[in-house]
């Protein structure tokens, strides 16, 4: 590291936990973010503040007024914007340093697995079932750890699944059937910052594994309830009949 990013990142580099050789792990890594919206905002904004070396920024929408009460990567000059382009701006604005691909386009089948065979961790900052199921094999068949977050009116969830433990369960060990399509902030509301504090986490988590400190979620599900500002844990085993992560 020079000098300059000594500085930058020298509160990271003060954690015993973190310390230098943490800290070029996050520089040397790439993580591909699924959705730039309520919960990829925070997301890919902490983790270009934290020094992840890259980020892929994945969305196929274009920002909207409507976005803006809870999408903080996104100003009101950007409406009509693609939300990775917008995004795009923010993270360069705030470090330099880190290297952006943005990626105009809905990702799914071959070109998805791909991508995610490239970087070292993927974020799914979704709100739809057949997307996140989607991720969630391509995570499974390339050994890539998977950071989920999902938040809707005055709840939200966060987890990991990281297939290069055997014992981790996937996001099909959680959700086996696909819930209701139309369970979306656009259908059902959320409340600001909530999309803030999940979106917090998952950063949080993804930094975590990146640099090899701490003890991530894998096995576990944090639920969150905004009314009471309360958090429940709850033990996430592996489905051995999964038809993802099964044998």
Known sequence: MND???LRYS?????????????????????????????????????????????????????????????????TERIGEPKVMSAAA????????TRIEPLVEKLSGEALTARVREVDLVVDATDNFSVRYAINQACVATRTP?????????????????????????????????????????????????????GSMQALEAVKLLAGIGRSLAGRLLLFDASTSQWREMKLPRD???????P
């Open 4 to 6: 300059e990013q000594l």
């Open 146 to 198: 998977l950071v989920s977050g999902a938040a809707i009116r005055l709840e939200g969830q966060v987890a990991v699944f990281d297939s290069r433990e055997p014992t981790s369960p996937c996001y099909r060990c959680l959700y086996s059937v696909s819930e209701d399509e139309q369970l979306s902030c656009a259908a059902s509301g959320v409340l600001a910052p909530l999309v803030g504090v999940i």
């Open 11 to 75: 509160r990271h580099i003060m954690l015993p936990e973190v310390d230098i050789e943490g800290q070029e792990r996050l520089l040397e890594a790439k993580v591909l973010i699924v959705g730039l919206g309520g919960l990829g905002s925070p997301v890919a904004m902490y983790l270009a503040a934290s020094g992840v070396g890259e980020l892929w920024l994945a969305d196929h929408d274009e920002v909207d007024l409507s976005n803006l009460q809870r999408q903080i990567a996104h100003t």
């Open 90 to 97: 923010a993270l360069r604005a705030l470090n330099p340093e």
């Open 240 to 246: 051995p009949e999964c038809p993802v992560c099964g």
